[in-house]
């Protein structure tokens, strides 16, 4: 694992999947290509500013190849104000022909001819639209393969920020991360990962990889035993996220990784949340307001109240590297 050096502080980075509109609970749609989302952007641009904040955007195939959406982002890139990522949801990005449905959502699914022609057309497209080569990726619904190290060295990539520790998703086609860590690591072909911020919380907490699969399988969800451990203290899942995440949980997953003495933290959502109806996560104009003050009391709370910095991916990525020499 890599750690950042010794004389830093608790580091916040923000990751953002910016993406099209699509309703999650359907099959993937190739014809769903709105971005509406991204002209509401700014709402949390302007909150992150204000304390200093350098985001990286993870754009897909839609908002880079759409004028709109450009323009937005090439504002805030251009000022210095946010980094610009890849993403690459397969269903929407070209070149097309593969069937489409939930294995092949997942990029790292795709026979690996087809999954670097999807990557090289997105990296060119956003070069072509920010007037930059991206060099840090997310794979679309966190789905990297066996081959996608390999694509990202050869496009000029250094960093990915697809691994979300202590999950699997293989029962749904997806990867399975539950034996990853949960702190930076230097992947094949030297990509440096920067997983997302997942903790096990609880006086069960040091057996939480072991257990957790226990509690999540279908006859404890049946028997709510999962919740029961959360509510006693016993043990759950937390992700550093403002999406299905309470001020609270938050905060207190942060506690508990400083105890840990962990300095690394990402906190990551989507661009479509900030668009009332689009996620489940903000439904109306007042909803969204309330996302916005949580992201902001966060922020606050990290950088004033836990002494904590912040850094763009590509900060941290090179704060790595220099600790590694």
């Known amino acids: 694992m890599l750690t950042l050096p010794k004389d830093y502080p608790p580091t916040l980075c923000v990751v953002v999947d910016t993406e099209e509109?699509?309703?999650?609970?359907?099959?993937?749609?190739?014809?769903?290509?709105?971005?509406?989302?991204?002209?509401?952007?700014?709402?949390?641009?302007?909150?992150?500013d204000r304390y200093g904040i350098v985001p990286t955007y993870?754009?897909?195939?839609?908002?880079?190849?759409?004028?709109?959406?450009?323009?937005?982002?090439?504002?805030i890139h251009s000022e210095g104000r946010c980094e610009i990522g890849a993403h690459l949801h397969p269903w929407v990005n070209p070149p097309y022909g593969e069937v489409i449905n939930e294995l092949h959502s997942y990029p790292g699914n795709l026979p690996k001819g087809?999954?670097?022609q999807k990557l090289t057309q997105l990296t060119n497209q956003i070069e072509k639209s920010f007037g930059s080569r991206?060099?840090?990726?997310?794979?679309?619904?966190?789905?990297?393969?066996?081959?996608?190290y390999r694509i990202l060295n050869k496009l000029g990539y250094q960093v990915d920020t697809s691994i979300v520790p202590h999950t699997d998703f293989s029962k749904i086609q997806g990867p399975d991360f539950t034996s990853f860590p949960d702190q930076p690591f230097i992947a094949s072909h030297d990509i440096i990962e920067l997983p997302h911020t997942v903790d096990f919380l609880g006086i069960l907490a040091r057996v939480g990889p072991t257990l957790y699969p226990i509690l999540?399988?279908?006859?404890?969800?049946?028997?709510?035993?999962?919740?029961?451990?959360?509510?006693?203290?016993?043990?759950?899942?937390?992700?550093?996220?403002?999406?299905?995440?309470?001020?609270?949980?938050?905060?207190?997953?942060?506690?508990?990784?400083?105890d840990q003495g962990h300095k690394y933290f990402m906190l990551s959502y989507h661009s479509s949340t900030l668009l009332p109806g689009a996620t489940n996560y903000v439904h109306d104009e007042k909803d969204r307001i309330?996302?916005?003050?949580?992201?902001?009391?966060?922020?606050?709370?990290?950088?004033?109240?836990?002494?904590?910095?912040?850094?763009?991916?590509?900060?941290?990525?090179?704060a790595l590297i220099k600790v590694t020499k």
Request: hydrophobic share 35%; with cysteine.
């Open 21 to 48: 509109e699509f309703d999650w609970n359907s099959s993937f749609n190739p014809e769903s290509r709105s971005i509406t989302n991204i002209l509401s952007q700014p709402f949390a641009q302007e909150v992150m």
């Open 58 to 75: 993870v754009v897909d195939y839609p908002v880079a190849n759409t004028p709109e959406s450009v323009e937005v982002l090439r504002e």
């Open 114 to 116: 087809i999954e670097e």
């Open 134 to 148: 991206p060099t840090i990726y997310k794979a679309g619904r966190y789905g990297v393969g066996e081959s996608t």
């Open 216 to 258: 999540s399988s279908k006859i404890s969800k049946t028997l709510n035993l999962g919740s029961i451990a959360a509510k006693v203290h016993g043990l759950e899942r937390l992700r550093l996220s403002p999406e299905g995440h309470s001020l609270n949980d938050m905060k207190r997953q942060t506690r508990w990784a400083l």
């Open 290 to 318: 309330r996302f916005l003050s949580k992201l902001d009391a966060y922020f606050d709370y990290f950088l004033n109240r836990c002494n904590g910095s912040t850094l763009s991916i590509t900060e941290i990525k090179n």
